[in-house]
């Protein structure tokens, strides 16, 4: 058994690799002592090795983690397993968004991330969706069965949200306002994509990708683009680190 | 086993002297400290000859004031500058001291913020709330402050800064044609008659030629420093490194250059014995970009945090302070006021255009250093430096060199992002 956990700014992700395949995973709230979720995580398996990445990696490798690698490289092997072949990586999680190039052999040959800031993150999308009253389901639902698409200009998640408030006064419906805010993100994305450039394929992974709307706005702003979802996104990093682990 | 914080030393009633405030001062001495201790005296292996410069750090407030001050007493100019283009020669020529302000600290930035907008480079913003907060005894000490033209931020600022502290200007121009060539040394010869006006006294062509050759051979040991550096496996950290190109910008320069002359001794017995700093297999990280100004160590912690070392800054901390010399045979006070400016063009900062010299040079350090990626860091809100960045990232992808842009300010808080991207980097260039 490999384990690989992924201890995100959000939540916890942890993955069990027997060596052929995904036997297990799970993922929890980070909570405030995320090591110590992710130790409950893993304490039922006997596992050769455990690989940690996400924000949390240096935490894990105080107490527990035999190896940490960065979410890139994480993404990158857990993309590379699902679709070996595509050469470009979306990952947005609860405070980053990154888009990675790979090459044929699934290597990291350049990546960019987003500066110190929530815009075009599943933080910005949570604050967003609070602000409209929607639970995260909802939000991404309602926005992707809206009928019209407003814009809105500020990819500050400050500004954003005063923007959203005063659309809100001025009537706009909320779930016009829920693509607007979808659609800012998509543009964010599509633009680091366009700045790393990209292939004819691109993965989406992290938590943000089980998001309906994301997925499709996604693909609309990459013409001729195949946008590639698994159905577990949120653990392709915990999946990439216990493949790191054992060696793949 | 106790381990004794490393301490900058006191001196309040020379600060309070200074007219400085004094108890919030002395937090931040103590923080200074505390920063010194955990980046610095926790490396492993370091130099004998370090200790100077540790020493340096310890006294940055009080010993090396002393010396200013002692100086103004004597009836010595004492200038502080901003700018790696702002010729000391004619500072030292006149008897003068010439020392970089402070700015590297996000101590001061909200001091600055309640006056000059939030939007602007932070390295401004912290010297200018040094300067309103009464935190830095340079700034208290200096007699006046010579800025420039080389950016928007500054340009406007140095008006504002002029209600606080006497600051004049010279006007660097933004390319180099012959017509502002021409401006340039008119702006010099502008510069050496504010510089004799205060010192009282006019600068002989004896004076200038001795200066001249203090700061060249300043200059060389620098560039010996940096060449020893780029041996692999590198005989010192790149945050020493770092730091000596730091305490450059204040320290006395014949002093100052007789210690790196005696360090860069000890790192070629090093090399002899092979002495390594990091791990013989450390990955070699060059920066370019802007300055680090003393205490912004935040990239190099993190670098060499991750295990790689750092073995060149293409910066005005760093080569473009040193890497051009002034032509010593030059004659006559004319002479060698055009071949001092013809130094100082070589200087290839962003705010020129075009700047094809600086993407050569880039490329031309990232060779000589044997580094194996380039980190490109601009501070938040550089124009000319975030705008360069795509032509410096253009000649990496044609040289198939492995690159990284991370443009950042003096705050903590995007410390766990620029570690996830910092340690990719490296995982990248290790596959």
Known sequence: ?248 | MTVTPFEIKAYPEMWAELDMDVPRFDKARLMLGELYHKSYLSQKNRPAAMTYFDNMIAEIHGGRIKELLAAKAEGRPVIGTFCVYIPEEIVLAAGGICVGLCGGSQGSVPDAEKILPRNICPMVKSAFGFKAGRICPYFQAVDFVYGETTCDAKKKSWEILDTLVPTYVMEIPQLKRQRDIDLWLAEVKDFKTKVEEVAGKTITENDLAAAIKIMNAKRKALQRLNSLRHHNPTPISGKDGLLIEQIAFYDEPVRFTVEVNALCDELEERIKNEVAVPAKKATRVMVAGTPMALPNWKIHNLVEGAGAVIVNEESCIGTRYFKDLIDESATGMEGMLVALTDRYKEIDCSCFTPNNERITQVIKEFRDSQAQGIINYSLQFCHTYNIEEIRIRKACEQEGIPYLFIESDYSAEDIGQLQTRIEAFLEQIGE
């Open chain 1, 1 to 248: 058994m490999y384990i690989g956990v992924d201890l995100g700014s959000r939540t916890v992700k942890m993955a069990v690799w027997d060596g052929e395949r995904l036997v297990d995973h799970q993922i929890a709230a980070s909570g405030f002592e995320p090591h110590r979720q992710a130790e409950k995580m893993i304490a039922g398996y006997r596992a050769k090795r455990v690989v940690a990445t996400g924000y949390g990696r240096h935490l894990a490798a105080e107490h527990f983690a035999d190896a940490v690698i960065t979410e890139i490289k994480a993404h990158a092997l857990g993309i590379f397993h699902y679709f070996p072949g595509c050469t470009t990586i979306v990952d947005v999680g609860g405070q980053d968004s990154k888009v990675i190039s790979l090459d044929a052999a699934g290597r990291v040959m350049n990546f960019q991330m987003n500066d110190k800031c929530a815009a075009g993150t599943g933080r910005f999308l949570e604050i967003m969706a609070a602000s409209l009253a929607y639970s995260l389901d909802e939000f991404g639902r309602a926005a992707l069965g809206a009928d019209r698409e407003v814009q809105i200009n500020s990819m500050c998640t400050v500004f954003a949200e005063s923007e959203v408030i005063s659309m809100k006064n001025r009537g706009i419906p909320r779930d016009h306002i829920a693509r607007a805010v979808h659609g800012s993100v998509a543009d964010r994305l599509a633009g680091m994509l366009a700045r790393l450039g990209h292939g004819e394929t691109v993965a989406f992974s992290g938590g943000v990708a089980r998001n309906p709307c994301m997925v499709e706005l996604l693909g609309q702003r990459l013409p001729g683009v195949r946008v590639l979802v698994t159905g577990l996104p949120d653990i392709i990093g915990a999946l990439g680190a216990a493949l790191h682990g054992a060696g793949v």
